[in-house]
């Protein structure tokens, strides 16, 4: 999902574009998913709102598709139900530290567990612990949870709503930098510079 207007974080550059250890994040996010055995096909989810990130996806040769631009879960619903996809990942393009590891977990998971949809949640502690302030917390089964913009859904009943789902908790610092913010992206910036040194 590399569409939409990245308010929060303000500037000249589309959100997608803003570098992270060298890369920008759309690059990160799309070499970790060539990476992924579980994923067969690349669909970067664009809008009129992110010209230059369409640009660069046809440069690293992932399909796109051009969606309204109304928000996250319309373009979502909107792409899934136009490229009538099955089972999809559905991953923010802001995530530059996601791991392969995590994707194979995640459809582990959703497979396992036999539910139309899966959503992959962090403790809220996780972002206190890296200084970043989530958007979202969410009181799940007692114990709030952020989600971190990776989830797989059975696409076939993208159409029935609210879909039933579970959760995959991770607690590790890579989930926690979903880059919304400039504070979030010098966090991201330095945080990778450690993992270079």
Do not use: W
């Amino acid at each position: 999902m590399a569409g939409g207007r990245g308010s929060r974080m303000g500037g000249d550059i589309e959100k997608p574009l803003l570098q992270v250890s060298g890369r920008s994040m759309l690059e990160c996010v799309i070499a970790v998913l060539r990476r992924s055995k579980s994923i067969d096909r690349i669909v970067v989810a664009s809008s009129h709102r992110t010209p230059a990130t369409t640009i660069e996806a046809n440069k690293l040769g992932a399909e796109i598709i051009i969606t309204p631009g109304s928000g996250f879960e319309e373009d979502m619903r909107f792409a899934v139900r136009r490229l009538r996809l099955g089972d999809v990942l559905v991953i923010s393009s802001d995530l530059p530290f996601v791991t392969v590891d995590l994707i194979e977990e995640a459809f582990q998971k959703y497979r396992s567990a036999q539910k139309p949809a899966l959503a992959v949640m962090a403790p809220a502690e996780l972002y206190e612990k890296l200084g970043t302030k989530p958007s979202y917390i969410f009181d799940v089964h007692g114990q709030k949870l952020v989600p971190v913009g990776i989830n797989v859904i059975d696409g076939i009943r993208i159409g029935e709503g609210t879909l039933e789902q579970v959760e995959l908790i991770v607690d590790h610092a890579d989930v926690g930098f979903n880059v919304n913010t400039p504070g979030e992206l010098a966090a991201a910036r330095k945080a990778g510079y450690r993992r270079r040194v």
